[in-house]
């Protein structure tokens, strides 16, 4: 660990831009490539049209801004990491480039359209979330406690801040902790059923502790976003049906939209600012063993803590992943939409579609795969109390 | 001017010293011939036969065999490209090469090599050897799992350093890089990181610490020009001189 505190500004806003296109890009894949088709089409339409190939040929304009946003994300990645994935650019103590004048200009010729686009995308979930209000409001919803990180000053940052936790109904648990210490504040439980783990507020026990991460969470518990766009339809959201989708499943997508309109503002900031042409790359600092750093990933709350032995080996490592966050909450999700699409007796169609669904508001690594083109086996078994398989169906 | 004799390279006349090889001649004549044992500063060789070349009609190692032997040698040809393809399927297979997460990545000759010769697959079940990395020295990390055998770190410490900290231990398949101490360790030798050993390893084995990525993606060796095309940097030299 190369313990540099503090980066120079041009390290500190090439690894921000570097982050902000990819929650770009990644928010735009999730979006149009893996969700829109269930919300375009109806989450009971069929397969085969339900997926980008489907989008593209019914809706091609909305399917072609997806795929530019995307790629316009990824060039983003390539300009400050050096290639679309596994680049190189972040480093201990900074970076290893800063931008040319001539990439950024680059990058400037197109991320005004990238802004239309992103605006677009949240005014079609808006739309969209008019046109199915009554089935979407209720849609795999829960009350759920929150954590996300915030700026200083409350606002939205996806990249450095301090932790937040609320309860469901607004009121602070924690605010601005540090992530340094985050074992203070959070545990992991591990469960004979299952690989995940299941973090947990330890303010609250293993039991109660349980919350949710992610894009509804950024969007509905910062205290406003600090690009203008973004921040008004944050604003339009929050109100939207009296609140009620704030605090739905499916918003999810929405906020999501959101964070992808705001991560194109703040690119187009960055872009504009002298430093990120700068020539100071690297900090230096004291070394240190250990190591914490957290980030809002796109799908969520990011922890990484690592402690080096004297040979700067890893000796032991501790990641604590967006996926793994929302673990309890997914199964919560999972456990409303069977509440009312299960009769108790036969499994159906329906219910693995919807099951899907749910899941795909919160993280598309778990469900991406039953999107794709090949298929990708699901097996939803139904137990009863005393453990026998009472029906069990499988799409493979 | 008194002419310099000459041999013919795939129909092209290469002129030669007295004394060199196919290789060190078709280098310096700006001409490539794959390798990755051959170093411009030692001594061939000749394990990798990466460099193998019909030799007038015969297979031969252009790193060893004298130009004064050859008048017509054939290199770039599909026959001879496909199996220096094998060759370095290989050697992907036999170690463990994560290219995205390798420090030495774009200034790897294999890599660079793979790249060139057009390896699209891993060709063969890779073999995922258990080989630990030593981290004891506090300049230099060894991370084993890239060794390809070539014997230039073990050359380069024994003929420039004086100081004999590597080997070869082990024979066919278990044969692999050892360190010269009771330990094993390099952190209990007297390796220096201004060694030439330290800095002679074709691929990502001898590594110095805290310096890893620094030359961002785009501007690494091979980022520059493939092999093929940078035939002259591998024309032969001193010691002394440093590699550009
Ligand atoms: S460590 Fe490098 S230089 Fe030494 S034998 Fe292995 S590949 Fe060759
Ligand atoms: S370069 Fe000739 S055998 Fe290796």
Known sequence: MVGAKTLTPTAEKIRRLM?????????????????????????????????????????????????LIRKYGQEVIRHTAGKRIHGTGSIPGGVNKNLTAGERDELLKDIYHVIAWSRGAVHLVRQLFEQHLEAWREFATFEARTLSLVRPDGAMDLYD??????????????????????????????????????????????????????????????????????????????????????????????????????????????????????SELMAGGKREARGVGVIEAPRGTLIHHYRVDENDQVARANLIVSTTHNNHAMNIAIREVARKYLDGRKLTEGLLNHIEVAVRAFDPCLSCATHALGQMPLSVELVDAEGNQVDRLVKD | MSARPTFLLDGVEVPFDPGQSVMQAALAAGRHIPHLCYHPEFKPHGSCKVCTARVDGRMMTSCTVPAEMATEVESDTEELNDLRRTLVQMLFAEGNHFCPSCEQSGNCLLQALGYDLGVMTAGFRHLFPDRPVDASHPEILLDFNRCILCELCVRASREVDGKDVFALAGRGIEKHLVVNAESGRLGDTNAAAADKAM???????????????????????????????????????????TRG
């Open chain 1, 19 to 67: 982050h902000y296109g990819q929650i770009l890009q990644s928010h735009a894949l999730h979006f149009f490539h893996l969700s829109s088709p269930d919300l375009l089409f109806g989450f009971d339409s069929e397969v085969a049209k339900r997926n980008i190939v489907g989008v593209a040929a019914a809706y091609p304009d909305i399917a072609k801004q997806g795929v």
């Open chain 1, 161 to 278: 801040g301090g932790l937040r936790a609320r309860n469901a109904d607004g009121s602070t648990i924690f605010d601005h902790a540090d992530c340094d210490r985050y074992w203070d504040l959070i545990s992991e439980e591990v469960k004979a059923w299952s690989y995940m783990k299941f973090p947990y507020l330890k303010a609250l026990g293993h039991e109660d502790g349980w919350y949710r991460v992610g894009p509804l969470t950024r969007v509905t518990r910062c205290d406003f976003i600090p690009t203008p766009l973004a921040d008004k339809e944050r604003r339009e959201f929050m109100a939207f049906d009296e609140g009620r989708i704030a605090r739905s499943t499916l918003g999810f997508h929405w906020a999501r939209m959101i964070e992808m309109l705001h991560s194109a503002e703040v690119i187009k900031d960055l872009l504009h600012d002298p430093d990120i042409t700068g």
């Open chain 2, 199 to 241: 800095s002679v390893c074709p691929v990502g084995v001898i590594l110095r610490k805290r310096e890893g990525f620094h030359v961002p993606i785009g501007e690494r060796r091979f980022d520059r020009s493939p092999v093929s095309d940078q035939a002259s940097d591998f024309a032969p030299r001193k010691p002394e001189a």
